[in-house]
């Protein structure tokens, strides 16, 4: 029987947040962590994956404080690293996989050099990793994605929600479907707080004030496995190729055809990958 958005629906109650996950599987415990687009969540990133890994897996995707129906969070609050600690100390799991997408590899990779002792397997798809010299993208300030996921959040219409959809993906006729367009609009209109408070702290670096410290990554012993599009328009594929030169033991997978949502547009591939992976380490 498939796996639904409301079979596997669950709240949790940590120190300091009301926090919306969904769960299926039993096993190893991993954590899916989404990106920081308008709209996102644990379900609307993983809805493709979570069935796959859960026949492994213990799987959880939660939706991090500030999108989808967990409380909101205004910039000077936002610590996801403190607030998957809380999740997973609320929930009895000392140690766990984390997979994460853009944001949420950024927080992956912060909880690597913070916590290694919670984190057993480290999987990142896309992640930012701050400011730093561009060989192959432009230096003049936000990519041409991330640009458009601004004005997605400063104004969540269909119509900028396609421009979002079409920007993160490689094959637009596929998933830019007005079907998506709008149900990832209402999805980000139904929690207008989440856009303002975004919004009000761009100016403070929105959504990631805190980065990994870089000079931490040589430290990480945890296997890890980097995934990136060769098509990324919203974080190139060179800060998976810097990843890949300082964790020592780390392997990359650049995949042709895809742009930032690897688990979305290679679903079948990347829960392979991610389950033999996570089996095998």
Known sequence: MSITQASTSRTVKTRDWNLQYYEAGEGHPVILLHG?????TGWSNFSGNIETLARQFRVLAV???GWGLSDACTVDRLDHVDAAIQFMDALGIEKAAFVGNSMGGQTSLRLAT????????????????GKMPSLFGAGDGPSEGLKVLIQAYQDASPENMRR???IMTFDK???????LTKARSDAALARPEHLKNYVAGLP???PLPKWVDRSKLPQIQIPTLLIHGRDDRVVSYESSLFLLACIPNSRLVLLNRCGHWAMI???EEFNRLVA??????
């Open 63 to 65: 939706d991090m404080p």
């Open 173 to 179: 006729a596929r998933f830019a479907t007005p079907e």
């Open 204 to 206: 403070q670096g929105a």
């Open 164 to 166: 979002l959809v079409e």
């Open 114 to 129: 913070e916590y290694p002792e919670r984190i057993s397997h480290l999987v990142t798809m896309g992640p930012p990793v």
């Open 36 to 40: 920081s687009g308008p709209g996102a």
């Open 265 to 267: 547009e290679h679903a």
């Open 276 to 281: 033999d992976f996570i089996a095998s380490n």
